[in-house]
């Protein structure tokens, strides 16, 4: 896997950019310089991220998202020590 984190990733499986290697490793998202913990996509080169908008569902049963525009920056999560 590459030292950098991919330009565009979704959390929702069935999603074109789900990617489930990844996501066990652990990706975390910086939005304008803010950390941010509800992120369900996000694309570095076109500058968005689609966070839940409360428990709302659309009409597929899938969770409502707001997209917000911005810098983002993904970064690799430190992975715990094993055996500790």
Avoid at 58 to 65: E, I
Wanted: contains cysteine; negative net charge; proline residues 8%.
């Amino acid at each position: 896997m590459s030292d950098t984190p991919p330009d565009r990733l979704c959390a929702s499986p069935g999603q074109p950019f789900f990617d489930e290697a990844v996501l066990e490793r652990g990706v975390g998202i910086r939005f304008n310089g803010q950390e941010k913990t509800n992120v369900e996509e996000y694309c570095v080169s076109e500058g968005w991220i689609r966070v839940l908008a409360g428990k709302a569902l659309d009409r597929k049963g899938l969770p409502m998202t707001i997209k917000l525009k911005g810098q983002v920056e993904p970064y690799w999560r430190e992975a715990e020590p094993a055996g500790e």
